[in-house]
């Protein structure tokens, strides 16, 4: 049948502790947890970093986020970036994308063909953060009010920019269907939920009505927290007012009405697909950019190593390659790009480095090889480069400034237990150290960063002066040649139209 076609479904801030599949048991999902059901689960996939931005960055191009200069959600993803999109279309594939893909700078396309809406955040560099003012509070960030005004809804800009992203895909797929054009796809679709605010539409709302919403399972006080995650808290104000235990319940309830919501977009694009016949051979990627903390630890959103932060949902599905399996071995979006591309039989070449690796022989059962996750933190909220290693059980986090943390997740899953000062772990943490040294100048980093933060900032507060000339994508339509036109023969656009043809 040739090489699959490829459909990437993505959600953003999407956190496996919420979906049954992924070993939690709250969210109603029966359409990813079928495809879960059929295709292979990574029971222990992370993000590269849990910020929108650079997570999304290097999944395109299986580099860590320092590599590629993908620092924070207002860097610019360099056009010489080689990503899977060039990658797939110099192999004969049609690449497209629609739906949130923080592009920043003035290529809004990065190796896509086509792509079906515009985004729904700025690709500029106003959202710059300031390294050298840890005390401020940009105005553009996350604050609490996703928390403390959660609830039902009839409408918001997320649910309008999802349902969009939606429609787009599947007229997408049967534009495809109907072509003459026999070259295989490649489409990512990338929805904004369930990342916050915290509302959804009443009738996703009321599908946990009577169903018992479960608070953080971890609380810490706030004097014992680590100094980042005191940093965050001031980052999106959880310090500046209260909020009660009904706001965190109500929230949460939110979060999973969203992720149902989630769950039902995607059935609606893979109704298409079957109805296409496409589904014969397109192998199904389902992934987010990063987690979602949920009031654990008192910490929202992402911008974290824990657990809730920085681990994701990751399924592929591909029948006719490999059966359904669990791999608990960890493993990193970064391995998205070789995996797609060995699942289509096409060598990476030698343009750009890789950080990721192949999973396909994971999933086809092979023994676990020895082999460490990484993962770099550099936006707000931070003061200095955070790496995190995970290696077998272990996970080990070090940022100049700041203590070191070590978790043994096999015996400590929560993350309470922080080994790192303890004598029985000394020579542990000084492997994990020397590793750090050897592959991480975080010296040269934090000065890379800074001077980084410095060019955008002027560049962010020249263009906002006078006349604004925008980079954020404007999707392409010529209504001319839509539907029934005079210059256009009406047999013909009939006939081009209608699937299956007659």
């Not at 809406?117 to 840890?134: E, G, L, N, R």
Request: net charge negative; with cysteine; charged share 25%.
């Amino acid at each position: 049948m040739g090489k699959p076609n490829i459909l990437m479904l993505m959600a953003d801030q999407m956190t496996p502790a919420a979906l049954p599949f992924c070993g939690g048991a709250m969210s109603m999902t029966p359409v990813m947890s079928r495809l879960a059901s059929e295709g292979v689960v990574f029971d222990a996939a992370y993000c590269a970093s849990p910020l929108c931005g650079p997570s999304r960055f290097s999944l395109l191009c299986g580099q860590l986020p320092a590599r590629i200069g993908a620092y924070d959600n207002a860097c610019e993803f360099r056009a010489d970036t080689p990503t899977l999109a060039h990658h797939l279309r110099l192999a004969g594939y049609r690449t497209i994308c629609t739906g949130k893909m923080h592009f920043v700078g003035p290529d809004q396309l990065h190796g896509f063909e086509e792509r079906l809406t515009t985004d729904i955040y700025p690709a500029d560099f106003s959202w710059t953060p300031d390294w050298t003012q840890p005390q401020a509070r940009p105005s553009w960030y996350h604050s609490m009010t996703s928390v403390t005004t959660a609830g039902p809804c009839v409408r918001t800009n997320q649910i309008d920019f999802d349902d969009e992203v939606v429609f787009t895909a599947r007229r997408k797929l049967f534009d495809l269907a109907r072509a003459r054009d026999s070259r295989p796809f490649f489409l990512m679709a990338s929805l904004t939920h369930p990342h916050d605010p915290f509302v959804i539409p009443q009738r996703y709302w009321d599908l946990y009505e009577g169903r018992p919403i479960p608070p953080p399972r971890v609380r810490i006080p706030r004097e014992r927290l680590d100094p980042h995650s005191l940093r965050l808290r001031h980052a999106i104000g959880a310090d500046l007012e209260e909020v009660t235990e009904a706001q965190v319940l109500r929230a949460r309830r939110a979060y999973y009405g969203a992720i149902s919501y989630v769950d039902e977009q995607f059935g609606l694009i893979l109704e298409t697909l079957k109805e296409t016949g496409l589904d014969e051979n397109t192998a199904i990627v389902v992934c987010s950019d990063h987690g979602e903390m949920l009031g654990e630890r008192g910490l929202w959103y992402k911008m974290t190593f824990f657990e809730g932060g920085a681990r994701v949902p990751l399924l592929i599905h591909a029948p006719r390659t490999f059966g359904p399996r669990v791999v608990s071995e960890a493993v990193s979006n970064l391995d998205l790009l070789p995996t797609l591309l060995d699942l289509a039989g096409i060598e990476p070449g030698v343009a750009a480095p890789l950080d990721g690796r192949s999973l396909l022989p994971l999933a086809r059962g092979a023994a676990p090889a020895a082999r460490a996750v990484y993962g770099e933190y550099l936006g707000e909220g931070a003061v200095a480069p955070i790496i995190m290693i995970r290696r077998g059980s272990l996970k080990f986090i070090h940022a100049p400034g700041d203590p070191d943390q070590l978790y043994d997740l096999a015996a400590d899953p929560d993350e309470l237990i922080n080994r790192a000062a303890e004598p029985a772990w000394r020579e542990t943490r000084a492997a994990f150290l020397a590793e750090i040294r050897g592959g991480w100048d975080t010296d040269g980093i934090t000065r890379a960063v800074l001077a980084s933060q410095r060019r955008r900032r002027q560049v962010a507060a020249a263009n906002a002066v006078g006349v604004l000339q925008s980079w954020d994508y404007q999707p392409r339509r010529d209504a001319s040649a839509e539907y029934v036109r005079s210059h256009l023969d009406l047999e013909a656009i009939e006939a081009a139209a209608r699937f299956p043809p007659v």
